[in-house]
C-alpha cells in the first residue's frame, strides 16, 4: 500500500465488504473518501482517527444505519449515502460541521430531532425515503439553502420550512399531499420512435438523456427518461411538469410524447435550443456547496444582464401562474446566446403546488423569489460598471437585497419584480 502513502484522496469500488484497514496509514493526510459501489454495512468503530476527513462517499452500498462513528469526526463536511437500505438514523448521529447531506433513494421514515443542531448544513438531499413528517427542529436550520424531500410519505406540507431564511430551492413532489396539475392530463400529439431519426447526444442529466432528432425533416430534441429515483425526485413527475408548463418564449417548449420506445422508457419530444446557445453558468462545485461557478474570463454587460434577468422573471410569473415551482432555478439550467436571449429548461426539481392556504402558496414563490436574487447577485459580479449604468447596477442591488431578505414572506413576488426590471429597461 506504499502507492497510497500520504495520499488526501482515495476511490476504491471493488465490492468491499469490510472496512480495508490498510487506510489507516492515512489518519494523518485522507480529506476524501470515495467508497460507493461496494458492499459494505458498517464502518469500524474507530473510524473518527481520520481527524482531517471533509467528505466521504458511501453511495450505493448496504448500509442500514447512519454510522454514528461520523459524529466525531471534527471537519466532515459532506456525507453521501445515497441508495443504500438505510432505516436508522439516530440522533447526534451527524458532526456539527455538516454542510451537504446525500440519503437519497433509502428506507427512513423519519429524521432526528438532532437535525436542527445542523447549523451549517446548506444541501440537504432526501428524496425517495418514507419519510411522513419532518422533524420540527428542521426549522432551526439557518443555513439551509437546497432541500430535497420529493417522492415520501408526507401527508401535508411541512409548515416548519416556511420560516427557513435561506431555503431556495425546494422540490417535493411526488408525495400524497401533492396534487397533480390539472393540465398534466393534456393528450399531447404522440410520435412514434420509429419516426423519429436519433442523432447525437446532447446532454446528460439526473433524469434521463437529451439527443438531438430529426422528424419531418425538422431538427428536435428527445428526452429519454431513465426511470430511475433521482436526487430531485420521480422522473414522471418531470415529464408531468413538462406537459403541464404550457408555451412561453423563455421556456423550453415540449411538442410531443413519444411512443414505442424499444425498453419501453418514457420519452418527450422537445423545442432543441438553437446550437448557439450556451449555458450561463456551472453546476455548483463541491467546495461552492449551493452557488453556481463561472470561468473566471466570462463577463456580461449591463444591459445584457438586464435583459437576461427580465426574461427569467417573466418565465417565472409565468410558472407560478400555473402554479408550478422550478424548484432548480439556477444560472447553470439558463441558457443564452451572443445577444443575452436566455431560456430556462430542466424541470426535474419543479413541483406543483394548489393549497388553499395562501401563506404556503405565496411562500413557496418567494422560497424562488430568494433563488432569483442570488442569480442577481451572480450576474452583477459578472458586470463591469462606468457612470451611465451605475443607476441600473445600485436598483438592481436593491431589487437582489428585497428577494434575498431572510424574512420568506417580507420578499416581493414575481409580479412585481418583473414590473421593476422592466421600469429599469427604459433608463
Known sequence: ????????HVKIASGLENFPAELYILVDTLEVLDLTNNNLSSLPDDFDRFKKLKRIFLSNNQFDHVPKVLAK???LSMIAM???KIKIFEENALPLSTRWLILTDN???????????LKLLQKCMLSGNKLSFLPESINKCENLELLRIAANNLTLFPKSLLFLPKLSWLAYGGNPFCK???DSKIKLQTVNWNELIIKELLGEGASGNIYKAIYNSSEVAVKVFKGEM?????PQEEMDINISMGVHKSLVDVLAQVSNHPEGKDVLMLELIPKEFFNLGMPPSLDSCTRD?????????????LKILSAMANACVHMHERSIMHGDFYAHNIMIDKNYNSILGDFGGASYYETDDLEIYNTLEQFEVRAFGYLIEDLLSLCSYDNQNMNIRDSLLQLQLLCLNRIPQKRPLFKQIAKNIAELTLY
Request: glycine share 6%; aromatic share 4%; net charge negative.
Open 1 to 8: 500500500m506504499d502507492i497510497l502513502k500520504n495520499s488526501t
Open 73 to 75: 469526526l471534527p471537519i
Open 82 to 84: 445515497r441508495n443504500n
Open 107 to 117: 428506507e427512513l421514515i423519519s429524521l432526528p430531532q438532532s437535525l436542527g443542531d
Open 180 to 182: 397533480k396539475h390539472p
Open 230 to 234: 433521482t436526487s430531485d425526485g420521480l
Open 293 to 305: 461557478v463561472y470561468p473566471s474570463d466570462f463577463k456580461l454587460s449591463t444591459q445584457g444582464a
